[in-house]
């Protein structure tokens, strides 16, 4: 199975109103709330990334779902397991990191306790909360016919880092640091959430480009339609022989993209609209391509598949 398919399951079972979202919504509160998780073998090598980059990315992939919801990241709480052999300075590293991630907004987010527990390899999960005061919080739900798509930045080049890593490569050094060390875009989703008048679907590209755009299109109950040649991304990515599978389906960049009124003013790029219908249409410069969701999820990251995982 899927994450997706346990997730379905779960909501099944819970009949809870708050999952679906990149963040938890609780509206009597004020806050969002959200965690996630990175696991050695999984989502990470200690053969190519330091402590230090670890705890860093821990940090900003949490507080890239804050950033979704278009909330101000305020707390994190961290929940640590490690093996016995693992030494004093690599704690010491893993916080240094986690503190660099905290400290690159103002006000800064601040760690607010957690857990540490042994286990058989290094396992990071991470809770972050967020401010909804004064702010128009997002949701996938939200997109409608008319809208337009707005990006913050480039896709495909975590992807790229990534593929160089596996592949024992150092160059282009840009590309592994945006694969390490991303920035989740806090800014922009506030930009966003303090001046939007109307309802507004917002996620990050966590898990790519086209499953960010897919979910929007089938939680929304509509069809996307994107111009690949609007999508921004560094155009040294030619290099790579399937770049353009790695624009559209490399994950971690953890950009945003959102669906707007067209009205509303922005110097964000926009890559494409929303219409009537179902699916995700690609136009390039001489034909449309047209998916449907599970034609995106054959392509792809799935956490339970071993034989694909890191």
């Keep these: 199975m ?51 980059q670890l705890g860093y990315k821990s940090v900003m992939v949490n507080l890239s779902d804050i950033a979704a919801s278009g909330a101000e990241p305020k707390y994190i709480t961290v929940s640590l397991s490690m093996p016995a052999c693992i030494e004093s300075k690599f704690v010491e590293k893993l916080y240094t990191g986690m503190q660099k991630a905290c400290r690159q907004y103002n006000p800064q987010v601040k760690i607010a306790g957690g857990d540490i527990t042994g286990g058989d390899k290094v396992f990071i999960s991470i809770c972050a909360i967020g401010s909804a005061i004064n702010r128009r919080i997002s949701s996938r739900k939200n997109a409608k016919p008319g809208y337009k798509i707005i990006v913050s930045g480039n896709h495909g080049s975590s992807a790229a880092g990534l593929y160089l890593l596996l592949n024992g490569k150092n160059t282009p050094e840009k590309f592994i640091k945006s694969h390490l060390e991303p920035k989740a875009q806090i800014f922009f989703g506030e930009k966003i959430a303090e001046t939007i008048m109307q309802d507004y679907a917002m996620m990050d590209t966590s898990d790519g480009l086209m499953d960010t755009l897919s979910a929007i299109a089938y939680e929304s109950g509509v069809s996307v339609e994107v111009d690949f040649d609007k999508i921004p991304y560094d155009k040294d990515i030619k290099q790579f022989e399937n770049w353009q599978d790695l624009i559209l389906y490399g994950g971690e960049d953890y950009q945003l993209i959102a669906a707007v009124p067209q009205d509303f003013e922005t110097s964000a790029a926009v890559i494409g609209k929303i219409k009537k219908g179902s699916g995700i249409d690609i136009i390039t410069a001489d034909k449309k391509i047209h998916l449907e969701k599970t034609d995106i999820e054959n392509k792809l990251f799935n956490h339970f598949d071993t034989e694909k995982n890191i």
């Design 2 to 52: 899927k994450e997706k398919d346990f997730i379905t399951i779960i909501k099944q079972i819970t009949n809870s109103k708050y999952i679906g979202d990149d963040c938890a919504y609780l509206k009597e509160m004020g806050i969002v709330i959200t965690q996630d998780s990175l696991v050695e073998g999984v989502h990470f090598s200690l053969d190519y990334i330091t402590p230090e």
